[in-house]
């Protein structure tokens, strides 16, 4: 197949969306018809449109380069860019397969990881310098569309496997682990285990006032990464201020439902409650074993942003404890720590494979026209 290259602009007339269209405008003009900025839903409805068909757009801001089509009566603000066709032999949804890779690689700004964190860029001076490659038959002042309408099927159902890996990740980012344990156990209840009335800092331990406080003391806050000092360092043994060291810690807010063994002597933010052994249980729980099967009694009664994990939510979780067997019961550390042990291998293969899925679902498939 033979493929001619030529300015997006020969093809198009891109133009920038209207910088007044924000939601103070919408809230002023209150009407049907969507106006688009970055984001995929439209950012407020108004009583006029711009335009009436269906478009290519591109996002100028944000995720640069990512690019969408618009159908119906609509606007866009500055935002967010449309592409308007200066010929009828041309399919959209080819455009937008062939074009969005090169556009990304255009994208000027804060690349992001896994779609996380991103604050590109891609101009309309940028857009405006774009190449596009067309299928041509012996005609070239012709496109051919079958050819191209044969390509965006083919894009489509790449996008259709991709959208399934990054719905997958999804699901198995959430999933947990249901990991037998061996022999005879006895179960023992949250508060039984754990001095519940150990409490926490106050809404006044703030990143402000550790800023004040500057020390070699780290203070976590309610992530779901364990190595992450979300709060930074805070000076020891401050009046009021209340430390811990070896211990469980229970996010309830933010990551809810996150249980941490943590060593050494740290502080916590007011999101995050210390889980203290009781002194009968000292030497005989592996804690790193109770985090694992704390988490999964945890997930299965639901809780969320809207389902906070306070002490009275957990206390009544059973924790089943393996023991030896014979008429004295006692905690079998051995077995504790060989299933902490499946457990956490299990979820770092799970961590490697969401990893891998990532990876795949967010891969920029290029479009390479050769003849």
Known sequence: MKYKKLPLTEVFDPKRGEAKYTKAFGSKNSGEFPVYSAAIEPLTYINTYDYDGTYLTWNTNGFGGYISILTGKFSINGDRGILIPLREDVDLYYVAHTLQGDLRKLAKGRIGDNGKNEFTKVSLDTIKKALVAFPVGSDEAKFDIEVQQK?????????????????????????????????????????????????????????????????????????????????????????????????????????????????????????????????????????????????????????????????????????????????????????????????????????????????????????????
Do not use: M
Request: proline content about 4%; hydrophobic content about 35%; aromatic content about 10%.
């Open 151 to 371: 390509i965006a099927k083919d894009f489509r159902k790449i996008n259709e496997l991709k959208n399934y890996i990054a719905s997958q990740s999804k699901e198995l980012q959430t999933s947990k682990f249901d990991i037998a344990i061996p022999g005879e156990v006895i179960t023992v209840n949250v508060d039984d285990l754990f001095d519940l009335t150990q409490s926490t800092n106050s809404s006044n331990f703030t990143k402000k006032y550790v800023n004040q406080h500057p020390g070699d003391i780290p203070v976590f806050s309610a992530s779901n990464n364990e190595d992450l000092v979300g709060y930074g360092y805070v000076a020891d043994n401050l009046p009021g201020i209340r430390y811990f060291e070896d211990t469980l810690t229970w996010n309830i807010d933010g990551s809810v439902g996150r249980a941490i063994y943590r060593t050494g002597r740290f502080s916590l933010s007011e999101k995050v409650i210390p889980l203290v052994l009781n002194e009968a249980w000292k030497d005989l729980v592996d804690l790193e074993y109770v985090k694992f099967i704390l988490e999964e009694r945890a997930a299965e009664r639901g809780f969320g942003y809207s389902n906070k994990a306070g002490k009275s939510r957990i206390s009544d979780i059973e924790i089943p404890i393996p023991v030896n067997s014979g008429e004295d019961k006692t905690p079998n550390l051995e077995t504790q720590r060989n299933v902490a042990d499946s457990f956490r291998r299990a979820y770092e293969l799970k961590d490697e494979v969401v990893e891998e899925f990532n990876k795949l679902a967010h891969r920029e498939i290029s479009f390479s026209a050769s003849n």
